[in-house]
């Protein structure tokens, strides 16, 4: 099961490369291929990578190429984060930008 998982990463990968190489000439297809690429991780349960995750719009399929696909915004109005709106279906995503940390440890109470 694991090797077969291996073998769909792998396969998920090539997928979305060569999407991303053929979504300026030919978007259609490179949203189909994208979309397969996300059945292929569903069918064998596999949890894409977080840098595999951020290359495609997860709505409409759209391979995230460049400045014309997508946009990024940092906001900081409450927890710092990064907003990634594609510009195809205007589906946003939202992540986080900092790394959660609590290295001061919370201050006891006085009574
Ligand atoms: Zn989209």
Redesign the pocket.
Known sequence: MREERQRALKLVKKILDFAETIHPEDSEKAVEAVRLAMRIAQKTRLRLPTYLRRRF?R????PWTGPSTFSVRVRGNRATHVVIR?K????TRRFYALKKRRKTPKPTKLT
């Open positions: 719009c709505k409409c399929g759209t594609c195809k279906c205007g589906h």
